[in-house]
Structure formats: C-alpha cells, structure tokens
C-alpha cells in the first residue's frame, strides 16, 4: 500500500509517508476543505475530487458554524477563512413562539452563510490550488481508487457507499428515528434563531429557522411520524408539501410563501461507525458520523474532521499513524456531539410532552434541552432572561432553584438535593455498624436535603450479599435508630429516608469489589422470583417462582421492615422497584413470564408490587411520604417501554405515592445502555409531566449546574446524586459556597463554618 511506505517527504523530510496521490470521494464542504488543505500543505501533491452532481447543485439552504468552528478554518487556511468572513450573517438572539408568546433569549453567537456561497468558496479555493474537481462524475469504487491513490477521503455523505462497501470493517450503525422532516428556504431573513410549535388538528409540529443571507433564511419543518401521516404530507408531492408548510406557519413568515430545492420530507439517521479508517481509506463527515441538525453540527463537524485529518497526515511519519491520531483526536469530540444532538433529538421527538409548559420555562427547556446550554451558562449570556425563570419558578432573591424547599407530604425537604442509595456492603447480619453512621451522618452534615440508605433488605434471603444491611429484626432497627437520630441532632434540617426492598433473583451474591453478580464461593442461600429465570444463565442460580404462600411471606416482610422503619425515625420511605430485584422483576415483561393473575399484561405485572406498597403504606405513617424506584426502561428488546414506564407511575401515585425516584436498567445483564451525562433524566421528565407525579432524576447528573437546569426546565423536582457525594461528602455546601449562597436551605455545621470559604491555595503577595 503506497500509503505507508516512509520515504523523504517532499520537502526533503525523512521518515514522511508520501502521500501523494489523493482522492476525494464527494465533493461536500467537508471533502472539498480537506483537498483544499491537504494540496496547500504540499503543492506537489495530485488531489481529485469526484462529485457526481453540478457546481451549482447543493441540497439545504444555510449552513450554521461556530466561532470554534471559524477559528479552526482562520487557522489552518486565512484565505477561506477571510472569503467566509465577509459572507457571514451574524446574530445573537433566539426567539421561541409558543401558544402565541414570543420569548427572546439573547447572547447567543450564532454564525452562518448560504451553503452554495460555501460550496462556491472551496471550489475557487481548490481551483487556486491546483485540486482537480471532476463534477458530474462518478467516482470510481473506493477500493479501485484506494489501489492507485496513497490516501483515499470517503467523504460521500450519509448514504456513504464507501462506507457500505467495507461495512464488515467499518461496522457502520445506522439508526433512524421517529421525526420527519423538510429543508425548505424563504426569501427574508428571520432576526433571529426562531423555534416555532404549531398545536395542530394532527399533532404537535415544529419549525426551525434562521437566517443566511441578508434576504434568505433556511426554514426546516418537523414532526413526529404518525403527526405527518395523519397530516396527509404523504400524500403530497415537493410543491404541496412546500405550500402546506407555508400555511401551517404563515404567522412565522408574514403570510410569504416557502421555496424548495429538490426538497423531501426524510427521517434523520444517526450514523456512527466502530472504524473511520480501512488501510488508506478514510471516513469524514457524514459517511463516518451524523449530529442531528437541531443542534447545526453537520458541516461543523465534516469540516472540523477536514481541519484534524490535514493536520494528522502532515504531523505523523505514516499514513497509518496518522489515520490512527486523526480519529483519536476526532472521535471523543464527534462522540460528545452526537450525546448532545441525541439529547436535543429525543426532547424534539418527545415535544408533545413539553407544550403545557408555561412560555418562559417552555423556553428554558428548549434551550438547556442538548445539555450543552445550561443554568449558569445562561446566566451569562442573558441574565434577564434567566432571572425571570427563576422568579417563575419561586426563587427568592439570590437562592439557586437547587436550594428552594420541596414539600412531600408533611415533610418539607430543605433543598432540592438528594444522596442517592448507595449499597455499602459492610453490614454485618444485616446490622449498620459505624460504616453506615460515618457514611450517612457525613452527607447530612455535607447539607443534602434528603440522604438516603441503601437498600435495607427486608430478609435474610432477600439480600443482595452477606453485607447486606437489613431490618427484619428489632436488633437492626435500634442500629438504624442510632442513626437516624444522629442525623437528626447533629444535621437539623436534613432528612433521612430509608430504601427497602429485597433482592429476588439477584441475590445471594458476593460483594461488588469481590465479583459483582457472581455467586457466593460457599454459603448461597436459596433465591425467589416472578419466574424461575436466572439472572445470568449458568452463573446464578435458578430462583423459585413465588407461589401464593411465598407472596404473601414476602408482602409481610415489607410490612414487618416499614413498622421497624417507622419506629427507627425515618423520615421517608422508598419501595425499591428497580433494577432487576424483586419486584422490579415483577414489573418487566422480561424477568415475568407468569401465566397467573399476578403475570401477562401490564396490569398484571403490577398487581403484586401494588400490594406491596399498599401494605407498607397502611403500617407507613400517614404524615411521611413513600416513594418508588422504578426503572423505566431495561435498556433491552422486549423490556419495558416509555409508555408502559409512565403507566407504572401513575399506577404507584394513584396508589399514594408521594413521588417517583427514576431510574433505568439493570434488569437484564445483556442491556445496552446509552450511557452519558443525565442519561436517564428524560425518563424522569416524561414520567413528571405525563403521569402528573414529582419525581427524582439519577443518573449521572454531577454537576450543581445540571440539577439548577433541570428543575428550572421542569425536568425533575429532585435531583439524587451517588458519586459525586463519594467524591466529596460536602457536595451540597460546597455547591452553595461556588454560587455565593448562604441562606437557610444548605447551614453550615458550627464546628465546620470556618471552613465555608475555599482555603487560600498559593502566596498572595
């Protein structure tokens, strides 16, 4: 392969790969600047760019590039850099219109130009350069041109045939999704980034639109699926479907008409491949990784892998070093896009759930909703705006949203702050010893409003592991009273709630950091389940299926834990109906193939956990709150849906539930978690907002910024966090001090209240 060989470059430099015969498979923005910068760097070199369309053919209208973006192309080619600079139209405001409110947001940079300018732009370039552009012409396969060429650029889109043809290298996934939508163009510019929701007869719709010349603004139409079906937009050719859109949002553009360009109404795919590079063949762009265009990442992200891939092959000795550095720099940065364009495509897709907000939290949600703008960001570029969220919202003057109180029941929570339940392991016969004490009593004193226990098993062979705590005899409780009145006296203010539940299937099990889910050496105790299903097929044990004598033994060890829960002084109770434990293996269509009354549909599936909590809540004081973990979905084929989740809930607060604790997963071991920060937060949201019940997000929320975002954007009313509360104890105090807050709702100890400022970490002279 002419790629690797290490020969004297051509500026006299051993040990450069020659790369000097280049083809360009698309002739995009991305594949255009990467011949560009790739011939600029070595004149000698012969670059070919095939494009199968005319100069003048482009798809789309405008295109938006970041001021990241801008200083990437100023510093790798000041000549494009300037050419684009004096095309560029500049705004700052977004307008968000909404049941007849507009809501402005301003300080946001926004950046962009036609994409025909664009494409004009690289083609003088090229031309200047001395690259060969061959238009309406096919390129010939990539393995053909990969033979004769030393470096071969797949930057054919994401239809990529490229892509396709090496598919068993590349190991492309491909994932389409449940919008869809038109690029359409109108002849004014828009002053501003508009988001527009139309409530229609048909379903919820929504506009995107912003400006790109000084007379045009590119104009994108979206909705869900069935909303476009039932619209009738299936049935319409470019031109009716062009007019219909006009109509729909003739208030948005004046009354004046849209215009298209080989317009068609498509669903976004999500390409992501396990490989960008097979031998001297590379993937940029869209053929290697699609963004969803709510968050303006396509061009972005093709001609920043334009930027890194130049910069890769005339930085490393060889073609394969430097492929390999290429992606290593690229991927992390694509991978963290495609999290945040995959956040802001789920809150578009799920837009329907977010319509009843009030406009100006409305607007805050669709702002925040990629997780990359947040509370404190905001806060900067508008001020003004985001202090009328938080008045919205009942902040006092001065308090974060994190720090306002929350009332479950007749208990009244401090601050929004949660430590999640964290299984520690070290009981010992299911006693809490001066671990838990240590552990609990430093988060209370750490200034959470709500510190939670780990799941307290309600029997002995309801244990995960033999560090199990537990509360099945008298002995527990007192351990666990000593506790609770430490938290009590010593952290006056926070709350302690205990997590009961029982292990099912996935107990009798060694301690996490000795082998997490792998059975006991010696000493296993028989386990109990929906269904005689073991969790991990000829690893553990195959449970019992409860019968009826063993459901009712089960029911009484819940009650007979709440009543020692109760007498211990907690102050909340939580039903553990996640995870995979037993009654989460009730829950899900998965781990509950029973045939009876308490199996089969949703109704049934619930039947047996219903009991149990209403049990507890009748031996539960009335004044303290209850609330169930769930996990809303299995992350697996066939487990549990959105919708089934949002019925459990209801189910749960129609039964007394106080709020719902959301999490997801970790019911099946073969799950597929789509892992990333606040993940699992958008179950949360829809649960709270279709089934009408407060509920605590999880879930990788690490930051005090996330948790203000998302009670402001009316995700969550709770925020529960495990690590960052192993990290540092006084993660809530800490997080008061980093926002200047000093009010009632996160008191400093008075032993520690000198150590509520940051000590000094150098000289000041």
Known sequence: ?????????????????????????????????????????????????????????????????????????RDADPAVYEALRRDLVRWEDVDVV??????????????????????????????????????????????????????????????????????????????????????LAADFPFEAFRFEIAETEHGVMQLHAYPYEAAASTVIVEMREEVWRAAGFAELDEAESTARCAKIFAEALGGRELRSNNSAWTAFRTVVNARWSYGNTVLIGDAAHTAHFSIGSGTKLAVEDAVALAAAVGAHPTLPEALTAYETERRPVVESTQRAAAASLHWFEELAGHVDRPPRRFAFDLLTRSRRVTHA????????????????????????????????RGLTLRNRIVVSPMDLYVAEDGVPGDFHLVHLGSRALGGAGLVMTEMVCVSPEGRITPGCSGLWTDGQAAAWARIADFVHTSAPGAALGVQLGHSGRKGSTRRMWEGIDQPLPTGNWPLAAASPLPYRPGVNQVPAALDRAGLTAVREQFTGAARRAARSGFDLLELHAAHGYLLSGFLSPLTNHRTDAYGGDLEGRLRFPLEVFDAIREVWPRARPMTVRVSATDWAEGG????????????????????????????????????????????????????????????AISSWDDVNSLLLAGRADLCALARPHLYDPHWTLHAAAEQSYEGPAAPWPAPYRAGSRPPPTGRRE
């Not at 020969?7 to 015969?21: F, K, T």
């Not at 806060?379 to 479950?408: I, Y």
């Not at 606040?678 to 605590?696: F, L, M």
Request: aromatic share 6%; with cysteine.
């Open 98 to 183: 909404h049941r007849g409110h507009r809501t402005t947001s301003t300080g946001h940079g926004f950046a962009a130009l036609g994409r025909r300018r664009l494409l004009e732009i690289l083609h003088t370039r090229c031309t200047d350069l001395g690259v060969r552009l061959r238009f309406r012409t096919e390129a010939p396969p990539a393995a053909a041109l990969a033979a004769s060429h030393d470096l071969v650029i797949a930057a054919d889109g994401v239809h990529s045939r490229t892509r396709e043809a090496h598919a068993d290298h590349f190991r492309p996934r491909v994932t389409p999704h449940r919008c869809r939508y038109i690029w």
């Open 377 to 408: 960001n905001l806060r900067l570029r508008d001020p003004a705006f985001t202090a009328a969220v938080e008045r919205d919202f009942g902040c006092p003057p001065g308090t974060p949203p994190m720090f306002t109180p929350f009332r479950l």
């Open 640 to 699: 549990t849906t959105d919708e089934q989740a949002v019925a459990v809930a209801r189910a749960f607060a129609d039964h007394g539930a106080d709020a719902i604790d959301v999490s997801t997963g970790q019911v099946v071991p073969d799950e597929t978690p789509a892992y990333g920060r606040s993940y699992q937060t958008p179950y949360a949201d829809r649960i709270r907002n279709e089934a009408g019940v407060p509920v605590v997000a999880v879930g």
């Open 1 to 73: 392969m002419a790629g690797v060989l290490t020969v004297p470059g051509p500026h006299g430099d051993p040990g450069r790969a020659a790369v000097n015969r280049i083809a360009v498979i698309g002739g995009g923005p991305g594949g255009l600047y990467a011949a560009a910068l790739l011939k600029r760097l070595d004149p000698a070199r012969e670059v070919t760019v095939w494009e199968r369309n005319a100069p003048s053919d482009t798809f789309g209208f405008g295109v938006v590039l970041s001021d990241e973006t801008l200083g990437g192309v």
